[in-house]
């Protein structure tokens, strides 16, 4: 079974409760979005090897550490996963990003695929799926899918709010697969909304409906 982390730093939870917010208008919600997935790149890198090399201070020589190197891939799944992508490329600059645009028939929940775009060499990459929000699952599982589909092995999945129904989806379909969380949240109501959730997170990130 893949680990399930709550990255509840204090600051994650003091942002994520003005996220949730109705009142909290698109401009902030945008740039609250963008610092919670700051600050959770800090707790998924937190393993990332290390390498020691020679560093010449103005004072000597010394053995010290460097990320040695393990190349990462962000995923983002559209539309709203979009929202999480620059505040982790603050912290890992050097990631390539590929993109899988999905949507959730309203009918069904059902996932559908419209776009995938992955780096040329996603293979050998670490790729981090990014979605706000994990809800049944269908969008994390599908997205999972559409990399193993085409090699990609190492993959995480980081979201900031999900249900406990989607994490024993995700858990259970790709039981390989780490998840990352800024919350986990009660439950879903009959419209597969996460309760208490924060709404539709793709309209209030880019102010639509
Ligand atoms: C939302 C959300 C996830 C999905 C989660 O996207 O951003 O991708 O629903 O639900 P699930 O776990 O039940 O699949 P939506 O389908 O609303 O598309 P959008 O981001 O384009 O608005
Ligand atoms: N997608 C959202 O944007 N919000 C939910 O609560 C569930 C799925």
């Given at each position: 079974m893949g680990n399930l982390t709550i990255c509840d730093h204090p600051l994650i939870q003091h942002k994520l409760t003005y996220i949730?917010?109705?009142?909290?208008?698109?401009?902030?919600?945008?740039?609250?979005?963008?610092?919670?997935?700051?600050?959770?790149?800090?707790?998924?890198?937190?393993?990332?090897p290390l390498e020691t090399v020679t560093v010449h201070t103005p004072v000597t020589s010394a053995q010290s550490k460097v990320v040695s190197g393990r190349m990462l891939?962000?995923?983002?799944?559209?539309?709203?996963?979009?929202?999480?992508?620059?505040?982790?490329?603050?912290?890992?600059?050097?990631?390539?990003?590929?993109?899988?645009?999905?949507?959730?028939?309203?009918?069904?929940?059902?996932?559908v695929e419209y776009y995938v775009n992955l780096p040329s060499d996603a293979t050998q990459r670490l790729l981090i799926v990014i979605d706000p929000m994990l809800a049944t699952g269908g969008s994390a599982c599908a997205a999972i899918e559409a990399l193993k589909s085409r090699g990609c092995q190492q993959i995480k999945l980081m979201c900031l709010i999900a249900?406990?129904?989607?994490?024993?989806?995700?858990?259970?379909?790709?039981?390989?697969?780490?998840?990352?969380?800024?919350?986990?949240?009660?439950?879903?109501?009959?419209?597969?909304?996460?309760?208490?959730?924060?709404?539709d997170a793709g309209d209030r990130m880019f102010g639509t409906k």
């Open positions: 949730r917010d109705k009142d909290t208008n698109t401009k902030d919600f945008r740039e609250l979005v963008d610092e919670v997935a700051t600050l959770m790149a800090y707790e998924i890198t937190r393993d990332l891939g962000l995923v983002p799944i559209l539309r709203a996963g979009l929202g999480m992508v620059d505040g982790m490329l603050k912290l890992i600059p050097s990631a390539k990003v590929g993109h899988i645009g999905l949507f959730r028939n309203p009918d069904t929940l059902e996932p249900a406990p129904e989607g994490v024993e989806v995700v858990q259970k379909a790709h039981p390989d697969v780490d998840i990352y969380l800024a919350a986990l949240d009660e439950k879903l109501n009959d419209h597969g909304y996460i309760v208490p959730g924060l709404g």
